[in-house]
């Protein structure tokens, strides 16, 4: 059983930057995609960014230019750099992680990020 568990949360002013974490109990190597979602309250779950085994990346349009998603498979551990932030991305971040198509998603236990005046 893999766990993943995130960091570097916490209230920021909007244009302030984040880096959110997420640490894996084991290698991240096996995993053929991660990525970063969020919940806003009220909301329901979106993806954020994604990035294959490979290195290939993707995000929703609303923080193209200024999120990047990346991970270190040396350290077990992927990254969400936020730039530029505003208060429309305060939400609860998860990271996310699957083995495969088939296999069901491993889930962090979330992180508040908080954009706020």
């Known amino acids: 059983q893999v766990q993943l568990v995130e960091s570097g949360g916490g209230l920021v002013q909007p244009g302030g930057s984040l880096r959110l974490s997420c640490a894996a109990s084991?290698?991240?190597?096996?995993?053929?995609?991660m990525g970063w979602y969020r919940q806003a309250p009220g909301k329901q779950r979106e993806v954020v960014a994604v990035?294959?085994?490979?290195?290939?990346?993707n995000y929703v349009d609303s923080v193209k230019g200024r999120f990047t998603i990346s991970r270190d498979n040396a350290l077990n551990t992927m990254y969400l750099q936020m730039n530029s932030l505003k208060p429309e991305d305060t939400a609860v971040y998860y990271c996310?992680?699957?083995?495969?198509?088939?296999?069901?998603?491993?889930w962090g236990q979330g992180t508040q990020v908080t954009v706020s005046s």
């Open positions: 996310n992680a699957a083995i495969n198509v088939k296999a069901d998603p491993y």
């Open positions: 084991g290698s991240i190597s096996k995993f053929y995609v």
């Open positions: 990035i294959s085994s490979g290195g290939r990346t």
